[in-house]
């Protein structure tokens, strides 16, 4: 798996002596500390735990949801980017995809943006973290995107994606307050927009339950159509939708980086203007869709 | 300040660091005078170190600073440990005790020019909110609620008040993450000493450590080059807990998530291990703070987050074996001391 260069710990058992402790000191972040006899990385990210997850879901990626990527010459081969796509199904099915299919077609690591509900749920929050998600901090993306040239990825309209129901498909909420726009910015590098297709279909909501929401403090609870068709079994299983994802043209903004703060007007437009690029490949990829199950 | 010779005061001088910083000072020579306050005697020994007994918030501080004419104060008597003692005792020690020091060393011809307070990352809090790293003027994502930090918030805010009204004075406040090493106790370091290390079931959050001798050269350091400012002093790296025990060479004991508090109450009164709410929560989330604004000062650590566990578990099981973490420190001490007063050395 290549990683730039960025040197992944060895996996040993004992801790392996060298000459000069400090000469292996990175300048950022201190990465690749020798006696370390784990390779997680300081974002909590795991190789060795991605790579066994690559195996494990390749099959469904490839199989399940037959995933077919266009437009992947729009992300950078090096460098920080800031990956945005439209959010959907009750429990996101884009966000792995959208990562392991980067992983696969790119050979490049990206650091999966969400909801720190994630890390307050017991093991969930723990494989999240291992597998490249982190908490939507501006400070968590500015330092991936800035100081180590990283591919970040972020679902701007937050929960309120996939919270929708299935008659709402693929009408994009509002894309927060901007913020992506404003770590882009700060951080000096391109919004790649990503319009993705199957998502919605592969875990329908058919409505949500705002009052068991609020007591266990999730930011909604669904009752999906997968419940329905495979009982229990359907909080976890996936329906196989076709999964099209269509990468747009990256959006640079000519703007200086590392300012404090942007005019909110420019952010705001930019963040509209994104919003609309990824609505209309959507509607456009579902006007060339024949089948929700074969694309 | 560049004065040639220094006149310094330590709070907490009973205290592990009030103990050894008042040590590493006199092995400075461009000290002149230190004088030490606390409630308890020094538990290090010391050869010209001024003990001062005072009450736990120093009421007759002002007096002493301008007795002696005192131009430093390295305020290290701040207690971030809840389990050593009540609410009460550590409010009044931490914030009325800050409070006094302040009020002494803002007082009229105060000859105080120099100040560094030793805090702690306890102060950024701990939550699922936080950044990954938290850098000296990222905000706490939540307001402070259990005692240390609420403790450390008011002191950081007298500490800010002072440096505004008394822009002579070079103000520097180090925030400290979780210190192990040969000496110093804390709730984590008795944690990684039993047989097997508490965990949260589930969680795996990631750790960062600075070495108790890093902490003495981050003062010393500050203090020569009269670095202003606030700085965080951690050493490089994060570290998942659970690797924290395998360095350690233990196992994890994983208290469930849920109602951990009706566990660990329990497990604190048997004696077993003290795991306050602050403690808990860092088992549950962790903590990262960024250490590049003191690094850019020209700091250098002597140990990153791994070197510190590991040494610390060396010097453990050094000490099981022969009592002391230190072995070497007492004989060097007595070889000194023959060099400095023994009438045998001829000196030229």
Redesign the interface.
């Known amino acids: 798996m290549p990683d730039g260069d960025d040197v992944r710990p060895s996996r040993a058992l004992v801790?392996i002596p060298t000459a000069d402790?400090?000469s292996a000191?990175s300048e950022e972040?201190?990465?690749h500390?020798?006696?370390?006899?784990?390779d997680?990385d300081?974002?909590?990210r795991s190789e060795r735990m991605r790579a066994l997850a690559r195996r494990l879901y390749d099959p469904v990626y490839s199989k399940w949801f037959r995933a077919e990527w266009e437009g992947l010459e729009n992300i950078p081969t090096e460098g920080g980017a800031l990956l945005v796509a439209n959010h959907a199904a009750a429990i996101p099915s884009d966000a792995p995809v959208i990562m392991h299919g980067i992983e696969k077609e790119l050979g490049r690591p990206v650091y999966g943006l969400a909801d720190?509900?994630f890390?307050?749920?017991?093991?969930?929050?723990?494989l999240w973290s291992r597998l490249g998600g982190?908490?939507a901090?501006?400070?968590?993306a500015y330092?991936l995107l800035a100081e180590q040239g990283q591919l970040v990825l972020v679902f701007p309209e937050g929960s309120k994606g996939p919270a929708k129901t299935f008659d709402e498909r693929y009408q994009l909420r509002r894309f927060g307050r901007g913020g992506f726009v404003e770590i882009a910015m700060q951080a000096g590098v391109p919004v790649v927009p990503i319009a993705v297709v199957g998502a919605e279909e592969s875990m329908p909501t058919l409505f949500r339950l705002p009052s068991v929401a609020s007591v266990i403090g999730a930011p909604y609870v669904p009752v999906t159509a997968n419940m329905l068709a495979f009982g229990p079994l359907g909080a976890v299983a996936y329906f196989p939708a076709k999964f099209r994802l269509r990468v747009l043209e990256p959006v640079t903004f000519n703007v200086p980086p590392d300012q404090e703060r942007y005019s909110k007007s420019r952010v705001m437009d930019w963040s509209e203007a994104i919003r609309d690029r990824i609505q209309n490949a959507l509607y456009d990829m579902l006007r060339s869709r024949e089948s929700v199950w074969f694309g | 300040m560049s004065g040639s010779s220094r006149r310094v005061l330590v709070t907490g001088l009973g205290t592990f660091w009030g103990g050894r910083v008042a040590q590493a000072l006199e092995a400075d020579p461009d000290v002149e005078v230190i004088v030490g306050l606390d409630t308890t005697e020094p538990t290090v020994e010391l050869e010209r170190t001024e003990y001062v007994r005072v009450d736990a918030n120093y009421s007759i501080l002002a007096r002493i600073v301008r007795a002696a004419q005192i131009d430093t104060i390295i305020h290290t008597f701040l207690i971030v440990d809840p389990t050593v003692m009540s609410a009460r005792a550590m409010h009044e020690i931490n914030v009325i005790g800050t409070m006094n020091l302040f009020a002494a060393a803002s007082a009229p011809a105060s000859t105080v020019r120099n100040v560094v307070v030793k805090s702690s990352t306890i102060v950024y809090g701990c939550s699922s909110q936080d950044p990954v790293w938290f850098r000296e003027d990222t905000p706490p994502s939540r307001p402070a609620r259990r005692g240390v930090e609420r403790n450390l918030e008011a002191v950081e805010g007298y500490v800010r008040d002072f440096a505004q009204d008394n822009p002579h004075v070079n103000v520097s406040m180090l925030r400290f993450a979780n210190v192990v090493g040969a000496e110093i106790e804390t709730p984590l370091t008795k944690a990684l000493q039993l047989p097997v290390v508490p965990s949260l079931a589930g969680f795996d959050p990631r750790f960062q450590f600075v070495h108790e001798d890093d902490v003495i050269r981050a003062i010393m350091f500050v203090l020569e080059s009269n670095l202003a400012g606030v700085y965080n002093v951690a050493g490089d790296g994060l570290l998942p807990w659970s690797e924290v025990a395998r360095i350690c060479g233990k196992r994890t004991a994983p208290l469930p998530p849920v109602g951990t508090g009706l566990i660990a109450g329990p497990l604190a009164r048997l004696g077993v291990v003290d795991l306050p709410e602050e403690y808990l929560q860092l088992l549950r989330f962790g903590r990262g703070v960024d250490n590049t604004r003191l690094k850019e000062t020209g700091f250098r650590y002597e140990y990153n987050s791994v070197e510190a566990v590991q040494a610390f578990i060396e010097s453990v099981r050094l000490r099981r074996t022969i009592g002391t973490g230190q072995p070497s420190y007492r004989y060097e001490r007595d070889v000194e001391q023959f060099f400095r007063h023994s009438p045998a050395v001829i000196r030229d």
């Open positions: 801790p402790p400090h000191e972040g201190g990465e500390l020798p006696g370390r006899l784990s997680v300081e974002w909590g720190n509900f890390k307050r749920v017991p093991v969930v929050g723990t982190l908490p901090h501006p400070d968590n330092r």
